[in-house]
């Protein structure tokens, strides 16, 4: 192979930005359960049934490249930029927002998706895993079975998620505004109203409404 200093520098923030999820994941409450009653946790697990079956089959070809240019996209973007933002309020769940089965969907999903991605990197970042996966759940990754994916179906794109967070994000950012500002009115088209709640919570939403396309009010 050849050296690349900025590839390498590439790869260290990916591995920095994967401690800092797995620092947030595990200040978390353990989950209690693993029932999934929030379609925002159903569509990520949903992604990461993808990954898994698109890994284990590029693997048992010797292509671990592929997989890892995969899992570096899921952790930054997928999980990282949006699935986070969007659930971070319902895992804590302050002043009982959301009811304990939709906190507890979150905690499983955030969990099930970190264990899964370290699991995954563990062929190609053995040490490394190695040491989150211990600290966090007590165990020698290496000693774990390959995942499995779940049987879970999404009922939201990951597309229609990207452009909805992306959209209010620049809507703010364009007036100047700080990304946790209030939204005074947000009109949805009625495909959201599945994760309406979280989306409420992640922006800051007053007051909610559906029509044919996106519209804010700040």
Same mark, same amino acid.
């Given at each position: 192979f050849r050296c690349s200093f900025e590839r390498i520098e590439g790869a260290g923030k990916t591995l920095t930005k994967l401690w800092n999820v797995a620092r947030f994941v595990s200040m978390m409450?353990?989950?209690?359960?693993?029932?999934?009653?929030?379609?925002?946790?159903?569509?990520?697990?949903?992604?990461?049934?993808?990954?898994?079956?698109?890994?284990?089959?590029?693997?048992?070809?010797?292509?671990?490249?592929?997989?890892?240019?995969?899992?570096?996209?899921? !952790?930054?973007?997928?999980?990282?930029?949006?699935? !986070?933002? !969007?659930?971070?309020?319902?895992?804590?769940?302050?002043?009982?927002?959301?009811?304990?089965?939709?906190?507890?969907?979150?905690?499983?999903? !955030?969990?099930?998706c970190l264990e899964s991605m370290l699991k995954l990197l563990a062929p190609i970042v053995p040490v490394f895993t190695q040491k989150i996966y211990k600290d966090i759940y007590g165990r020698n990754i290496h000693d774990e079975k390959f995942p499995a994916p779940r049987l879970t179906k999404a009922r939201i794109s990951t597309q229609d998620i990207e452009e909805l967070n992306s959209f209010i994000w620049k809507a703010k950012k364009d007036k100047g505004l700080s990304l946790k500002a209030e939204i005074k009115e947000l009109v949805l088209p009625k495909k959201y109203s599945i994760i309406s709640g979280d989306v409420a919570a992640c922006h800051n939403v007053t007051k909610l409404r559906y029509g044919g396309a996106i519209e804010i009010t700040l």
């Amino acid at each position: 192979f050849r050296c690349s200093f900025e590839r390498i520098e590439g790869a260290g923030k990916t591995l920095t930005k994967l401690w800092n999820v797995a620092r947030f994941v595990s200040m978390m409450p353990p989950a209690k359960g693993k029932k999934i009653t929030v379609e925002t946790d159903k569509w990520v697990i949903s992604e990461m049934n993808n990954l898994i079956k698109y890994s284990e089959k590029s693997y048992s070809k010797y292509d671990f490249h592929n997989p890892a240019i995969r899992l570096r996209h899921f !952790l930054w973007e997928t999980f990282a930029s949006h699935y !986070l933002e !969007l659930v971070k309020s319902r895992a804590y769940n302050q002043g009982d927002r959301f009811s304990k089965e939709d906190q507890e969907s979150a905690l499983h999903a !955030l969990n099930y998706c970190l264990e899964s991605m370290l699991k995954l990197l563990a062929p190609i970042v053995p040490v490394f895993t190695q040491k989150i996966y211990k600290d966090i759940y007590g165990r020698n990754i290496h000693d774990e079975k390959f995942p499995a994916p779940r049987l879970t179906k999404a009922r939201i794109s990951t597309q229609d998620i990207e452009e909805l967070n992306s959209f209010i994000w620049k809507a703010k950012k364009d007036k100047g505004l700080s990304l946790k500002a209030e939204i005074k009115e947000l009109v949805l088209p009625k495909k959201y109203s599945i994760i309406s709640g979280d989306v409420a919570a992640c922006h800051n939403v007053t007051k909610l409404r559906y029509g044919g396309a996106i519209e804010i009010t700040l």
